[in-house]
């Protein structure tokens, strides 16, 4: 026994929310997963791909400011030599040089070639212990080579570990574990060297090295999480860059289908034209002929009747073959404006003369207000008319018995010229109005009503009016009434040019005397 499945209203739009929200959480637990799986990977506790970019900007720093880190070891150095001798300072520069020498060929060995991540392991050691070398070195340089009882000694390991804890502070943030290597063994030994003085002031400096150490640190931490953030950024720029990119990519695959499936509907349609007229003809003359009974009377009546339905469905039929051909040479493009002169009041006193006949069968009285002296457009006549007559079969067809039409032809501010037709028919709601205009689209009031169309009346008519570069206006509510107003711009409207004003006439010149008057005459006539 078949058993069959009620599908309750809006099942299906709750499944899908539901289908798509779980799409949601698996995406994001695989996006959690991907990151927590990076960290347990990463040297640092940060992503993989950040590892590298640090180790980069540190080596990047290091070669461009090496230069001014030479300077600054010769400055120091020798300096310093006013203390210990030139010796100490021959000994001293070329040690710190050295090690600084070895950094940067480190650093430029790094950005060389690819890098995996044991050798991001290894570079990041790698480049801590040359920071350290490199501190101890000047470690040396302040504190045992400088002999303590010298006058202004303390002043200068002060300022000399000052001027090294901020230099490196600044270089080497990107790698926290050579910030701590580069200035924690100056930054001890100044304070031991104070605090072994005893002096109360230098317990004082003693306190101001380790307040400035601490306060240098968190700068340099500072400037890491701001290079991380900065690395964070522009991997999430990378990532909706990419994201975008797709999203493009799927764009125009999707507009790529779309004209071909258009290209494909344009041709299926002229086929079908084609192929649907053919027969078509046939019904409607031989329909016609037995309609008017040319070739005899119908023994049975009833066969007369049934003729004129026969022709009045195919030409129901024809009209919607013609609508929707209309349709889509509008929406393709290839409409053609066949332009003249056209009297837009006439037009329209000739539509509503047209649908006169079903206006009084349902009693609706047409009301028609027309400016005086309205001058003629330059449009496509059939195209205008088309526009007339489907607005005012939407009127008739929407409004109740008795009801009332009102067609209104005249100018508008700018100086065009509009057409107006306004119903007090049942209208339609706010939220129905972006189907009506829709191809196919049929309100409710149109679905509940017995003359129901194809649904392509107003699509037309915004298409055609967007054609000769006018303005369609829809106004419409429940149980009110509906306004449509199409416009002509003014740069259509033909005015009148003025009079043109003869020149003077041109005098005949009489021949000379004693000349031969047939040559004066011709003579003028060649001059003329």
Not at 59 to 80: K, M, T, W
Not at 178 to 196: D, E, S, W
Not at 206 to 224: C, D, G, N
Not at 243 to 250: C, D, G, W
Request: charged share 20%.
């Amino acid at each position: 026994m078949a058993h069959t499945t009620i599908t309750e209203p809006g099942q299906d739009e709750r499944t899908a929310a539901a289908t798509k929200a779980a799409h949601e959480r698996k995406l994001k637990l695989a996006r959690s997963v991907r990151e927590v799986r990076e960290q347990l990977t990463s040297t640092s506790g940060v992503k993989p791909a950040f590892d590298y970019e640090l180790l980069k900007l540190y080596a990047e720093n290091r070669i461009s400011h090496s230069p001014a880190l030479l300077l600054l070891i010769s400055i120091v150095g020798f300096a310093a030599s006013l203390w210990t001798g030139h010796t100490y300072a021959i000994t001293s520069i070329p040690l710190a040089m050295l090690i600084h020498s070895m950094n940067v060929a480190a650093c430029r060995r790094f950005l060389k070639g690819p890098i995996n991540p044991v050798d991001l392991r290894h570079y990041r050691m790698l480049f801590t212990s040359f920071d350290l070398l490199f501190g101890i070195s000047w470690v040396f340089n302040i504190y045992i080579f400088v002999d303590t009882k010298s006058y202004g000694a303390g002043d200068f390991s002060l300022f000399a570990m000052l001027m090294v804890v901020a230099v490196f502070s600044m270089l080497a943030s990107s790698i926290q574990a050579a910030v701590y290597a580069a200035t924690m063994p100056v930054a001890g030994a100044v304070t031991v060297f104070y605090l072994l003085r005893g002096a109360p002031q230098d317990l004082v400096l003693a306190s101001l090295t380790v307040t400035a150490e601490t306060y240098f640190i968190m700068v340099s931490k500072h400037l890491h999480d701001s290079e991380l953030s900065t690395l964070e950024a522009r991997a999430q720029f990378d990532s909706l860059l990419g994201e975008i990119e797709q999203a493009k990519a799927k764009s125009d695959e999707a507009a790529r289908q779309a004209e071909a499936a258009n290209l494909a509907k344009s041709r299926f349609l002229a086929q079908m034209s084609h192929e649907l007229r053919t027969p078509l003809n046939a019904i409607l003359g031989f329909s016609e002929v037995m309609k008017s009974e040319i070739l005899g009377s119908h023994s049975t009546p009833t066969y007369r009747e049934y003729a004129t339905d026969i022709n009045a469905s195919g030409q129901h039929l024809l009209n919607l073959i013609n609508e929707i051909l209309d349709l889509s040479r509008i929406e393709s493009g290839r409409y053609e404006l066949n332009e003249e002169a056209v009297n837009l009041a006439y037009v329209a006193e000739e539509c509503r003369h047209v649908l006169k006949m079903r206006a009084n069968n349902r009693d609706i009285a047409v009301h028609e207000l027309c400016e005086p002296d309205l001058p003629k457009i330059w449009a496509d006549e059939r195209a205008v008319r088309q526009i007339c007559l489907n607005l005012l079969s939407n009127a008739f067809k929407f409004t109740p018995q008795g009801g009332e039409v009102w067609l209104k032809v005249g100018w508008t501010a700018s100086g065009g010229q509009y057409l107006l037709v306004r119903d007090n028919g049942t209208g339609i709601s706010e939220e129905e109005l972006p189907v009506v205009l829709s191809p196919f689209g049929q309100g409710s009031n149109a679905i509940k009503s017995a003359e129901q169309g194809a649904g392509l009346g107003l699509p037309i008519v915004k298409g055609l009016i967007d054609l000769h570069g006018g303005t369609f206006t829809l106004r419409s509510k429940l149980r009110e009434g509906t306004e449509v107003i199409v416009t002509f711009p003014a740069e259509r409207v033909m005015h009148a040019l003025p009079p043109v004003h003869d020149a003077l006439p041109i005098q005949p010149r009489i021949p000379d005397a004693g000349t031969n008057a047939d040559d004066g005459w011709r003579r003028q006539a060649s001059t003329v």
